[in-house]
């Protein structure tokens, strides 16, 4: 027990409160909501930082059936996932309590399942086995619908519903996959390398195929992987700003965590290397990334650009982890990390200039940057961050993604898969960088004589500023964070 | 505790519920007092006869040759008679709010228990005849329950269920003479009592019986093709359908199938055989037909109903895969069923009852306003769908640990069915929850400004309920541990 009742706490806490908070009548004042939510974003924050730095845990809860424990084990790719919840998290926080405060009637409501997202997200990164995955993964989908639907106009519940039956599909698919684990592996803990139980699978090997892949697609469901990525561009724009940053920069990535855990702590890259699953795999996230960028490139809806650009972002996460090549991994990993950095901040100042000046569309948001500079700048810098321009971060991890498709030997998809990569690069770059040209360089005709600074107050700022400067900052001294992650892959591939 | 008090459990809530009839109860509460008690008394007489180890068969009634109405205490009959002496006191309790204002009380109730007894009766036979003796009772002793209001449509309903379970009986009838001719005994035995050496030949011919039998069990379990009866019966009043159609009725189909597999024409005679194949495919098919009824039904109680056929062909589905294993999961999902399903109707119930209404697309942000009720409704909704941590979990999990364990291809399909059938729960479930608890923004909260949470009778059997979801959920492994051991026939 000792410091590994801590997780305990860090996910309960947030749910406990989130859920009296949504219990509770109606405060009088503002304030007091504010303080009540910040206090819960406050405590399982220094909570999860002191789990994170801690390591390791391990902490066996009790059991719910035969092999169905609630056990949680930190281990050094929860750390990763911990670490862009807590970052993310607590800013998006911040930041809605400005953006939230024009929708006074339903805030409590948004901070209720906020901060129980909040609790369950951490739960998520420190599952031990996948019983407690499932669980909380479910959960995760449950207590994230309301944030979608939170305007609740007809195509705001439309996209809500469709998101949450998505998602249990998603999870229908997994629970599919994890029936017949039961059954083949040695225990459903996640142990680095896979835990398949060889003895009992020899002869079965074409139906845990079957089931790899099973797995894949359905956790590929929340990580916005072709062909169940339909929900994500309705879904993420129609929320509010923080809850889109939320659901695209970490609800999204639990998708991914959960592919993660299924290949490489589960199967075992061994197992699947080489196989129809791989092949599959590859292809269908090289589909989603062109395609993604596609979409994003043609859509004018400001807030649907950026759910596009996470579907074909994600999915480089995902064609990383599909090469099952160490450089491949480590590229992954690291996107994993920059893209909660980068997306968040791109939905968080989306969301600031829809909440200043009403504008949602790209094609009306001409001479924004010099309306709201520091907005403006900050979205700037992260667009270059995720088109890869060095030394801001996406191009590290892009490097290690496009390096480690050379590496292996793959037919085609070896070479193709950075091509495809290069275009959708190119494609980002049409999407996103000709909003900051447009915003600072309005060109002659602009009116500047009625040009009012627009720049919310620190509150909104602050939070996107700061992400944007850990986008670039990870590019510029990435080694820290790439020797950890080095580490990381060597230990399960 | 001696086997007389078999008898005596049968027969008390019998004699209770025709005195209710015609004791000239002065007010109401007294009757209600006086019924409450004898259901009590009967369920801890059951639980003192479960717990308390007896054997022995009991023979009431002899008739010719080895033809009796006889008794006996095994593994199954613990499971069954355990799950209805809970939940028939709770439902009564319910009841009693749900009847206030409705007509012929004392004979509602005296038929209520009287399908108690017989309930019992089906569970504590020991032998084909004398379940098929109580499986036919049940029916009659049931059809005044359906027909209560009298109305046209519960006249027609009541006609459709007659038909449909007389003949489904005539069915397992002939079962039963097949099993007189080819086995070594009526009497129940875990494996079965076929004779092989009378068999010789017939094999072919016993199982299209098997299947005939196993159909006439059928239409009780509401299994396609015979299972519209079912959503049609949802008219009589909500306590008759969330115990009855839920739990009790449905459950003595489902019963009289597993007697029939495994303590009859035995697994070991059926598995891997053509009919099982058939028979699976049916509760295979029936689990996802029954699921997608639902998604199209507006008229919640229709809607619950068609998700019983739904989970019911889950429970026939284990039952089909004809190993240890699968009958655990079967028995598991018997019990988890039971109670989430009757925690559901109870609560459509009470929404009907609090606010008048039937159908789905008014219960647009009554969440709110009767909390009690719609967190209830929310949490057996998400067990129903397998939510890990509630009830509905555990048993899909021992129903496809079975499945996957019988390296049986078929079976593997069953399970992709029961994920496809879990998805569409989802669907119908959610859609009510969702809309109580979120109405769109547009919505005109006056016109249900005087709903509210019924009263504690109707609350607490749904609290309860509710809180055995949660329990089943989290602390199902003694429960499972004593189905394993039912399940290769140890009691």
């Known amino acids: 027990m000792d410091q590994s009742v801590l997780i305990l706490f860090a996910i309960f806490i947030p749910i406990v409160l989130g859920v009296y908070l949504l219990a509770r009548p109606d405060y009088k004042s503002r304030v007091s909501l504010v303080a009540n939510a910040s206090v819960g974003f406050a405590i399982t924050t220094v909570l999860s930082l002191v789990i994170l730095i801690e390591g390791d845990l391990r902490l066996d809860v009790f059991t719910i059936g035969k092999n169905m424990n609630i056990y949680f084990h930190v281990d050094d790719m929860s750390r990763v996932f911990g670490t862009i919840v807590t970052i993310v998290m607590p800013l998006v926080g911040i930041y809605a309590f400005e953006y939230m405060s024009h929708y006074k009637k339903e805030e409590k409501r948004f901070f209720g399942f906020f901060l129980m997202v909040y609790g369950v997200l951490l739960a998520l990164t420190y599952a031990g086995n996948v019983v407690t995955f499932y669980l909380f993964y479910e959960l995760m989908s449950l207590s994230s619908v309301p944030l979608v639907f939170h305007f609740r106009s007809r195509e705001a519940i439309m996209a809500g519903l469709k998101y949450l039956f998505y998602s249990l599909c998603g999870a229908y698919f997994v629970l599919f996959g ?254 996103l960088l000709p909003i900051a040209i447009d915003g600072f360089f309005p060109g002659p005709d602009f009116d500047y004589k009625h040009l009012e600074k627009k720049d919310p107050t620190k509150q909104m700022i602050v939070p996107i500023m700061i992400l944007a400067a850990l986008a670039v900052l990870f590019g510029v001294l990435p080694n820290p964070v790439i020797s950890y992650v080095t580490e990381l892959v060597a230990s399960v591939l | 505790m001696s086997q007389y008090w078999i008898l005596v459990a049968i027969l008390l809530p019998m004699v209770g519920g025709v005195a209710t009839r015609f004791i000239p109860f002065k007010k109401e509460k007294q009757m209600f007092f006086f019924v409450e008690m004898y259901m009590i008394i009967t369920s801890c007489i059951v639980w003192g006869l479960i717990t308390g180890g007896t054997t022995e068969v009991f023979h009431v009634v002899h008739f010719v040759n080895d033809l009796s109405i006889s008794f006996k205490i095994d593994g199954l009959t613990m499971v069954f008679a355990g799950l209805v002496s809970v939940l028939w006191p709770l439902a009564t309790l319910y009841a009693f709010e749900y009847m206030e204002h409705h007509d012929r009380q004392n004979t509602f109730f005296m038929f209520y228990s009287l399908a108690y007894g017989v309930t019992l009766g089906i569970s504590f036979a020991s032998d084909m005849l004398s379940m098929y003796f109580f499986y036919e009772l049940l029916t009659l002793s049931t059809v005044p329950l359906v027909m209560h209001s009298l109305e046209r449509d519960a006249i027609l309903a009541t006609r459709k269920y007659l038909y449909y379970s007389l003949g489904g009986a005539a069915f397992a009838l002939m079962g039963l003479v097949f099993l007189i001719v080819y086995g070594d005994t009526l009497e129940f035995q875990f494996g079965g009592v076929l004779n092989m050496a009378k068999i010789g030949g017939n094999a072919n011919m016993l199982l299209w019986i098997y299947l005939f039998a196993f159909l006439g069990f059928g239409v009780k379990a509401a299994i396609f093709p015979v299972c519209e009866w079912l959503p049609t019966a949802g008219v009589a009043p909500t306590p008759v359908t969330a115990l009855l159609h839920a739990v009790a009725v449905v459950k003595a189909g489902v019963f009289g199938i597993i007697r029939l597999t495994y303590y009859s024409f035995g697994t070991g005679f059926l598995r891997g055989t053509w009919v099982q194949d058939v028979v699976m495919i049916l509760a295979m098919f029936t689990a996802v037909y029954g699921c997608s009824r ?198």
Not at chain 1, 198 to 212: D, F, K, N, P
Not at chain 1, 251 to 263: C, D
Not at chain 2, 330 to 345: E, R
Not at chain 2, 388 to 394: N, Q, R, S, T
Request: aromatic share 12%; proline share 4%; hydrophobic share 55%.
């Open chain 2, 294 to 491: 639902a998604v199209k039904e507006s008229h919640i109680k229709r809607r619950l109903a068609y998700s019983t056929v739904s989970n019911l062909s889950y429970i026939i589905f284990g039952v089909t895969i004809m190993t240890p294993l699968g009958l655990v999961g079967a028995l598991c999902h018997m019990v988890c069923h039971a109670v989430m399903k009757i925690c559901s109707f109870m609560c459509a119930g009470a929404f009907m009852h609090q606010t008048g209404k039937k159908y789905i697309f008014d219960m647009d942000g009554l969440g709110r306003k009767m909390p009690i009720i719609f967190v209830c409704l929310g949490l057996s909704g998400a067990g129903l769908m397998g939510v890990p941590g509630l009830a509905g979990f555990i048993s899909k999990w021992n129903l496809a640990a079975a499945a996957v364990d019988s390296k049986n291809p078929v079976a593997y399909v069953g399970i992709v069915c029961l994920l496809i059938s879990a998805l569409l729960t989802a669907i119908y479930m959610m859609s009510i929850v969702m809309r109580a608890f979120f109405p769109p923004h547009d919505f005109d909260k006056n016109t249900i400004r005087n709903a509210k949470d019924p009263g504690w009778k109707m609350c607490l059997p749904i609290i309860i309920c509710a809180v055995f979801t949660l329990l089943l959920g989290f602390f199902s492994t003694p429960l499972v541990q004593f189905f394993r051991t039912v399940a290769v026939g140890v009691y």
């Open chain 1, 178 to 431: 994890i029936y017949f684990l039961n059954q083949y592996t040695i225990t459903l803990d996640f142990v680095a390398g896979g835990t398949l139980n060889m003895a009992r699978v020899a002869g079965s090997e074409g139906l845990l195929l079957v089931v790899a892949m099973s797995m894949i697609i359905g956790f590929g469901v929340k990580a916005g992987m072709i062909p169940l990525h339909a929900w994500l561009p309705n879904a993420h724009p129609i929320a509010p700003a923080p809850a889109s940053a939320a659901l695209s920069s970490l609800i999204v990535k639990m998708g991914v965590f959960g592919v993660m855990r299924v290949v490489y702590y589960l199967f075992g890259a061994e197992f699947l290397r080489g196989t129809w699953v791989q092949y599959t795999w590859l292809t269908l996230t090289l589909i989603t990334v062109f395609f993604g960028s596609m979409m994003a490139y043609r859509e004018k809806q400001f807030k649907k650009r950026l759910a596009y650009s996470t579907v074909s972002q994600v999915s480089y996460i995902l064609f990383g982890m599909a090469l099952m090549q160490s450089q491949a991994l480590i590229g992954s990993v690291l996107h994993i990390l920059f893209h909660a950095v980068i997306k968040s901040a791109l939905f968080l100042s989306a969301g600031a200039i829809i909440y200043k000046t009403g504008v949602e569309r790209v094609d009306e948001m001409r001479g924004i940057g010099k309306k709201m500079p520091k907005i403006m700048w900050s979205f700037t810098l992260c667009s270059l961050a995720l088109i890869g321009i060095p030394p801001a971060s996406g191009f590290i991890s892009k490097w290690y993604l496009a390096t480690g498709s050379l590496a292996t030997e793959i037919p085609v998809i070896a070479w193709l898969g950075p091509v495809v990569l290069l275009v959708s690069a190119l494609l980002t770059a049409g999407y």
